[in-house]
C-alpha cells in the first residue's frame, strides 16, 4: 500500500500509496520537539499513542458530522488518509487560558474564554508560526472569506465534539491546534492530527496535565500520561 516518502516533518512522515493518487500514508513517529524545533528527544511508543489516540478523535468526529481527510488506521503506527493540500494556517481553539496567550498578553492563566476564542497563526517555520489576522491568513493563503469563515465555525465545532469526548474520560479541553487542508475536490476539510501533542488536557479531578506540556515543561514520563490516556479512551467503549 505505501509507496514513496513525500514528505518528512517533524511528527510524521507522509507517503503515496501506490495504486491511488487521492491517498496518502501518514506514519508517526516516535520524535517529540517543542519551541519551533529548539527542544528535541525520542520517547518509545509515542508514534503509536498518537495515531491510535488520533484516529480515536477522527472516529468520533466523524460519527459527529465533521468531514475530515481521516479514512483509517493501518496498523499501529500508520493511518491512511485523503490526500489534501494544507491551507499553511495553524488554528487555535482556547476554552482556557494557557500557554502562549498567557506570555504574549500578559492573559492569567486558567482564565475562562466564554465563548471560546479563535487565533490564526501563520504555518512558517522560519518565522516560529507567528499569530496572524483574518486579513493576514486572507493574504496569505488561497482561502475565501467565506472559507475562512468556514474554517472557524469547523473548529468551533470539533470543540464542542471535543470537549464532550475528553470530559468522558475525566480530561479537560483546555485550548488545541487544528490544520485544515482542501480534498480533491476543492473542500475543505479537518486535516493533520488531533492527538495529546497538538492539545492541552487537564486532568478533571487533579488538575495535572496531560498532554506535550509535559515534555515542554520537563513534568514527568510524556509516555506513561500518553499511555493513561489510551486506556482510558480503550475503557471508554
Ligand atoms: P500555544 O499557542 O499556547 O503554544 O498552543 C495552543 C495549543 O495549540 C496547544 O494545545 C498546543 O499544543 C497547540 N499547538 C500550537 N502550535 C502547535 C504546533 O506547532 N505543534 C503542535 N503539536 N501543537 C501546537
Redesign the pocket.
Known amino acids: 500500500m505505501k509507496d514513496k516518502l513525500l514528505y518528512e516533518g517533524k511528527?510524521k512522515q507522509v507517503f503515496t500509496v501506490a495504486d491511488n493518487p487521492n491517498l496518502l500514508v501518514l506514519s508517526y513517529k516516535n520524535d517529540a520537539t517543542a519551541f519551533n524545533g529548539e527542544k528535541k528527544a525520542q520517547f518509545q511508543g509515542k508514534g503509536r499513542y498518537n495515531n491510535l489516540i488520533s484516529a480515536k478523535v477522527f472516529e468520533y468526529l466523524h460519527e459527529h458530522g465533521v468531514n475530515s481527510h481521516f479514512k483509517e488506521a493501518l496498523n499501529e503506527t500508520e493511518q491512511l488518509v485523503e490526500k489534501t493540500t494544507i491551507i499553511p494556517l495553524?488554528v487555535?481553539v482556547?476554552n482556557v487560558a494557557?500557554?502562549?496567550?498567557v506570555r504574549r498578553i500578559g492573559m492569567q492563566e486558567k482564565t475562562i474564554f466564554t465563548p471560546p476564542l479563535v487565533?490564526l497563526?501563520y504555518k512558517k517555520d522560519e518565522l516560529g508560526?507567528p499569530l496572524i489576522n483574518d486579513e493576514h491568513a486572507l493574504l496569505l493563503t488561497d482561502v475565501t472569506e467565506a472559507e475562512l469563515n468556514q474554517i472557524k465555525e469547523m473548529a468551533l465545532r470539533v470543540n464542542e465534539q471535543l470537549q464532550a469526548f475528553f470530559k468522558e474520560i475525566h480530561l479537560q479541553l483546555?485550548?488545541?491546534?487544528l490544520e485544515f487542508g482542501r480534498n480533491p475536490n476543492g473542500e475543505i476539510v479537518l486535516s493533520d492530527e488531533v492527538s495529546p501533542?497538538?492539545?492541552?488536557l487537564w486532568d478533571i479531578a487533579t488538575g495535572e496535565k496531560m498532554?506535550?506540556d509535559v515534555f515542554r515543561e520537563d513534568l514527568g514520563d510524556l509516555v506513561t500520561v500518553y499511555d493513561n490516556i489510551l486506556s482510558r479512551l480503550e475503557a471508554k467503549q
Not at 483546555?174 to 491546534?177: L, R, T, Y
Not at 501533542?197 to 492541552?200: L, Y
Open positions: 511528527a495553524e487555535v482556547r494557557a500557554g502562549s496567550i487565533e497563526f508560526d483546555v485550548d488545541f491546534k501533542d497538538t492539545c492541552r498532554d506535550k
